[in-house]
């Protein structure tokens, strides 16, 4: 059984008016990755520094996105 974790990158990306597409393409990964760290599924530790660079935080911003 997978985890599922709470995180914001929904209503962070949001906010920053991204689609995303646009996130996947800024973050060199594919949207269903995108849509599935949304619903909470786990990813590695490199795909979140990539999300968190494509969004313009710095890596130490990681808890305000990723809630761990």
Known sequence: MVQMV???LKEVR??????KSELAREANISPITITRIEAGKPCR????RKILIAL????SDSKKIFGE
Do not use: P
């Not at 949001?14 to 689609?19: A, F, G, P, Q, R």
């Not at 313009?56 to 890596?59: F, Q, V």
């Open 14 to 19: 949001e906010s920053l008016l991204m689609s």
């Open 6 to 8: 709470k995180n914001s």
């Open 56 to 59: 313009g935080y710095n890596l």
């Open 45 to 48: 530790l490199e795909t979140k």
